[in-house]
């Protein structure tokens, strides 16, 4: 009896582990968000182009489908912050800022809806936005019941203006609310952000039932040193963080620069790889009208996207480091017997000057496979000819600054 039950709760735990209940976000989120590329411009006559308005919105979801980045799984739309009136109306609802969305949300929404994208919304729970605007947290009920009927998609949720550290309960109050609402939305929560910023543990089991993903550190900037920051910080928690993220819960590294001012194109090339070995949700954030074509190759390419999309959801970990070069590696399908695949980048952080020569032999990264590998460049820059075996060596160049992207698919 002991046993049986005991079973039973196994069998329902298992099933119910880390996930929370709204069947979404099996694959990590791909989609596009407005920070990083527009901040919080709100200025329209001097950047009509860049404002957060109606008619950046319309522009970006026409991009998205005309660019073939909708086809490609980039599906959420997200208007980050900004986007709203600096009061609520005089019956207490949050409003859209008429000047810039003239037309209201809802006809926004259903433009995009009409493009066959979803849409994202993005709120704090606190007293204010991160810049300033109404937040959520006294009127958690009807602001997320309006977001519903109005259609949303998914939701960002901040965590600015709040004095405490009972972040958690506040975000489940929104997951119920959410949940109540009957409507499928994907839910983003940045507290584990906030409660790493004042080193307080989060709770990440229950996070995992919370969120559908979750920002775990600071936001992104413009630079190669924010992408090794993050790098680092991922790879310094992976033990603890690693395991959390599944279908259904991500860790979030923040958007993709790609495309935008800060990185070189060996850097684009790093941060789309690690972000798949990460199982990362993909949030594009640059001017997708005007974006270079090398750029565009990098965020469509599909055999990286299915690195990111891999349906087992096991996010990879930093495995070696030596002198500037780190390996990082993902379990992914096919798995032959007992024995997963494995996407495999080697990521230099040198400066000096000349293409790293790099030697490993896969067992030492944990390719133990006895039938060996095959092995495919997703750069498609290489031919990696002939059957690799745990024994062999991966050998490279590796541009400074940049990466070698492979995937090693376990022979049966
Ligand atoms: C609400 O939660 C229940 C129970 O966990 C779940 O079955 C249902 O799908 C959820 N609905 C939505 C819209 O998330
Ligand atoms: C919200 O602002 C009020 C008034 O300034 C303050 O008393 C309260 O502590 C704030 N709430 C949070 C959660 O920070
Ligand atoms: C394989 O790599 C190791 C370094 O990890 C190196 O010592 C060895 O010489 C390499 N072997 C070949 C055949 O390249």
Known sequence: MRRLLFLTFYLHWVENSYSLNNGLALTPPMGFMTWQRYRCTIDCEDFPDECISDKLIRKIADAMVDGGYL???YEYLVIDDCWLEKERNNLGYLQEDRSRFPHGMV???EYVHSKGLKFGIYENYGNKTCAGY??????????INMFAEWGIDYIKVDGCYYNGYNYQKGYEDVKTRLNLTGRPIVYSCSYPAYEDELSYPTDFETLAENCNLWRNFEDIDDSWGSVTGILDYFALKQEHIAKYAGP???NDPDMLLIGNYGLSYDQSKVQMALW??????????TDLTAIRPEHKEILLNPAII???QDPLGIQGLRVFRNKGI????????PTAGDEYSYAVAVYSRRTDGMRVLFSIPLQRIGLNNPRGYVIQD????EDWAGVYLPTSNLTVRVNPTGVVFVKATALS
């Open 306 to 308: 299915k690195v990111n």
């Open 71 to 73: 086809r490609a799984g």
């Open 326 to 333: 780190e390996v990082w590696t993902r379990k992914v399908m």
């Open 107 to 109: 006809s926004l929404i």
């Open 378 to 381: 997703l750069y498609g820059l």
């Open 248 to 250: 259904g819960h991500w």
């Open 134 to 143: 109404p937040g959520i947290i006294d009127n958690v009920k009807r602001d």
């Open 276 to 285: 798949a070995i990460l199982a990362a949700p993909l949030l594009m954030s």
